[in-house]
């Protein structure tokens, strides 16, 4: 089993195939994190990196020194003017999202955008408008949805080897101290409820569908208080779908790691008929197997250089890569893609639903968001 490959509907193989002569065609916008898709889109056959843009210059220099073959620019709007661009990939900050997501919208392109969609209910409000106006289409870039064990996982709940879901229990646990020197708007211009937390968050709502309350609590770490982040960087949630089953999902990024025991990011999802574990930055998936043995799988060998671009743990360039060619591939064949606009939407009054219960320290229902963003 260490070896196999899941392919699930929507991803491509894991190795390299011809490229699709429809591929679609992606600018980037911010060369930090994007920079790792320009990279990553060599393993896609229906996405293909045209253009980069990053209002530092040195950014822009230094990824023309390495891709030649692509089209650089200081200038968003000369990106956006561009006709050989299919699609806008969007990494910019968390704050950023709203703006730069309407100004491609309304240039006629259709957006990939890492996560947080947005951090605040006027940009949601505005994006989810743009979108219906415009009739463009938006993939939301939750990056742990597209690693390997999460989708050997989903594949296995989808073939009903789980049953119900019962309770889904996870986790996005990592020190911060780097994100911050690398980072700094993020001390003071956004949450970890929408930066680390929506992963664990958007996991929950992958599986339990539609959200009705939500509880939470928060405090400060003492990495958070010696940086003087204004917004809570620890956190529990609780939440109960509307069908009634239960979630919750946890945050800790002032923490001290200690990756032997527990892997930055973990999925539990407890079922009717079996349990099963998705892992990151480890590459292992368990379940109960149908006889009550426990299995293991880990293509971490195997798969490392897909992933990572190296024999060493780092970023995202298979997922980023998975969820590019699911994106584009939707658009090639008129099918749905997933997280779209409106899940996307959705999702951040998850997370805001979460930042006022850790705020108030009373549960919030979803219903009057969902109102408030426009989606009722």
Request: hydrophobic share 40%.
């Amino acid at each position: 089993m260490a070896g196999h490959i899941v392919h699930i509907p929507g991803i491509r193989d894991t190795f390299p195939k011809d490229q699709d002569p429809h591929a679609k065609r992606i600018g980037v916008l911010g060369l930090h994190e994007g920079r790792t898709l320009l990279t990553g889109l060599a393993r896609a056959r229906r996405a293909v990196a045209i253009a980069g843009c990053d209002s530092d210059p040195a950014k822009v220099e230094s990824c023309r020194s390495e891709r030649p073959d692509l089209a650089f620019t200081t200038d968003y709007a000369e990106l956006l003017a561009r006709d050989d661009v299919d699609v806008v990939a969007i990494y910019t900050p968390d704050h950023l999202h709203g703006e730069h997501i309407v100004r491609a919208f309304e240039a006629g392109k259709d957006v990939l955008c890492t996560k947080p969609l947005v951090n605040g209910m006027a940009d949601a409000r505005r994006i989810l408008e743009a979108g219906r106006r415009t009739g463009r289409r938006l993939q939301v870039g939750q990056s742990t949805r597209f690693f390997e064990p999460f989708l050997r996982q989903r594949a296995a709940f989808e073939r009903g080897e789980l049953g119900e879901v019962e309770l889904v229990d996870a986790h996005y646990i990592h020190r911060m101290d780097w994100f911050y020197a690398k980072s700094p708007w993020a001390i003071a211009d956004t949450d970890w409820i929408y930066a680390g937390l929506s992963h664990p968050l958007d996991l929950l709502r992958w599986y339990l569908g539609p959200i009705r309350e939500v509880q939470a609590f928060g405090r400060h770490s003492a990495l958070a208080k010696q940086h003087g982040v204004q917004g809570f960087d620890i956190y529990t949630v609780q939440v109960v779908a509307e069908d009634g089953r239960l979630g919750r999902a946890m945050g800790h990024y002032g923490c001290h790691e200690l990756p032997t025991a527990r892997n930055a990011i973990e999925l539990m999802l407890y079922g009717s008929k079996s349990t099963s574990q998705a892992q990151y930055h480890d590459m292992r998936y368990r379940y109960v197997a149908e006889d009550g043995s426990e299995v293991t799988e880990d293509p971490l060998y195997a798969l490392r250089h897909h992933y990572f671009n190296s024999e060493v743990h780092g970023m995202h360039y298979g997922e980023f890569a998975h969820y590019a060619e699911h994106f584009c591939g939707a658009l090639i064949d008129r099918t749905p893609n997933a997280p779209d606009l409106e899940e996307g939407v959705e999702t951040f009054c998850l997370m805001e639903a979460a930042r006022r219960a850790a705020a108030t320290r009373q549960p919030v229902l979803l219903a009057p968001l969902l109102a408030e963003a426009g989606l009722s």
